[in-house]
């Protein structure tokens, strides 16, 4: 059974009774209603795709963090989110029905905004930093980022850009959330099965860029 944070709280709840769970939070279309204007008042460049406000998988979604993950797929400016049809649960490659992140970082390091509900993005996930174990599909925001590091070319890493905007939008999403710089974890970082994603990111740094960020925005 998934522990039940409450979500907006500035520390993880500790594990509660189905009871306690705001009736609000059931409701997974009503989730992050707010994350398209809150990426584009964080200065960004936000595509919305159609539906996102009522895409979601059944069951809770309580969000305190963000989970950062790379799509392994390689991208170029041309053709900068080849994994988007997919994180949306369309096209003959999709692995779930999807959606299967929140929010794409392209290429381009433009945000394309992918659902406002539950997404199956994480599995489970072991304690990390201030969030605890459980279903990392309630406790986490997905943020993916389009960069391939994987057989179809190894040496694809995320721009400095991308890196810069998935900043941005970790620590946006993460402020709107009650949370601080801890509770923006790597998928490495909760993943039960070895995934190694997103690759070559030194999540210190991440965060410590996350918590200057929090510092200088007031977010
Ligand atoms: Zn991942």
Redesign the pocket.
Known sequence: MPTAPRAGGAAAAPPSAETDRPSALLVPSAALGWLAEALTDAGLTVHETDGWRSRARPGDFAPVGVLL??TGLAASPEAPAPSLAALRGEGPDTASPGPRCHVLVDRNAECWVVAAGRAD??GRARASGPVPEGDANVLYVGLEIEYAATAADPTQYATSAQKSVAVLAAARIVGALGGDHTFVRA?KET?TTG?T?PFNWDMVSIRDSIRQTLERTGW
Request: proline share 0%.
């Open positions: 993950h790379h993005h994480a998928h993943s995934r994603d």
